[in-house]
């Protein structure tokens, strides 16, 4: 029999200040189930990159695109998806080919290795419904 798991959904246009809401709903999960400091850091770092990179590459900013924030726990896993409404399909291979060979220093995939550094788990997906990153830590 499959545990179920326990989750939080939430959706905002594509607006920067949302990003500190979603940190906020963090934070509450953080008390909820007893993160400690140094992993809060590390979801919080890597949460701020990937919806940070849904306003502002996938949506462009856009008022009429929403990004859509999924955190799913249970006991000591906690799973985060987000997707943009990006309708043009992102290589994301072909970009971690170029992270791989680019200067870390570079302003380009700089979130994409903070988030790879920062969680346990890191999966990327690109369909006509937009682009969606999902991340895993265990806690």
């Not at 939080?8 to 189930?33: H, Q, R």
């Not at 306003?55 to 987000?82: A, E, M, Q, T």
């Not at 979130?111 to 991340?135: A, C, N, T």
Request: charged share 30%; with cysteine.
């Amino acid at each position: 029999m499959r545990q179920q798991e326990d989750h939080i959904s939430i959706e905002f246009m594509s607006d920067l200040k949302f990003t500190a809401f979603s940190v906020l709903v963090l934070g509450y999960l953080k008390n909820f189930l007893n993160i400690d400091e140094e992993n809060f850091f590390k979801i919080e770092i890597a949460l701020r990159e990937v919806i940070n990179n849904a306003i502002l590459h996938g949506n462009k900013s856009s008022p009429d695109k929403n990004v859509f924030v999924k955190f799913v726990w249970k006991k000591k896993h906690l799973r985060i998806c987000v997707r943009d409404q990006n309708k043009q399909k992102v290589n994301f291979e072909e970009i971690n080919k170029k992270l791989k060979n680019n200067n870390i220093l570079s302003f380009k995939g700089r979130g994409i290795l903070i988030m790879e550094s920062y969680m346990d788990k890191v999966e990327f997906k690109s369909s006509d419904h937009g682009s969606e990153i999902i991340m895993e830590k265990h806690i």
